[in-house]
Nanobody, 120 residues
């Protein structure tokens, strides 16, 4: 099994910055990719950014140039640096992990979510 712990949310004014962190842990775990999704009230969950084990990153158009995803493969940790935050970035942010555990098939795991609130 994989445990995913995400953190770093909070309240910030528009134009400010926050850094989210997520650590995946478990026995015999092999990470394929890690990323972040977000869900605002009344809206569907959407992908924000992802990064592969090799370091290739993808971003939603709405966050390009403002958010940066990075990872520490040795620690199975991913970070999301969020700059120039806007009120529309307000949402619960969820860490998402694709991993293989003990040679089983590739599976998807979620963190519990961390609230990001951007005030205008």
């Amino acid at each position: 099994q994989v445990q995913v712990a995400d953190s770093g949310g909070g309240l910030v004014q528009a134009g400010g910055s926050l850094r989210l962190a997520c650590e995946a842990s478990g026995s015999s775990i092999s990470i394929s990719s890690m990323g972040w999704f977000r869900q605002a009230p009344g809206k569907q969950r959407e992908s924000v950014a992802s990064i592969s084990r090799a370091g290739g990153a993808n971003y939603a158009d709405s966050v390009k140039g403002r958010f940066t995803i990075s990872s520490d493969n040795a620690k199975n940790t991913v970070f999301l640096q969020m700059n120039s935050l806007k009120p529309e970035d307000t949402a619960v942010y969820y860490c998402n992990v694709w991993a293989v555990v003990a040679g089983a098939r590739l599976s998807n795991y979620w963190g519990q979510g961390t609230q990001v609130t951007v005030s205008s």
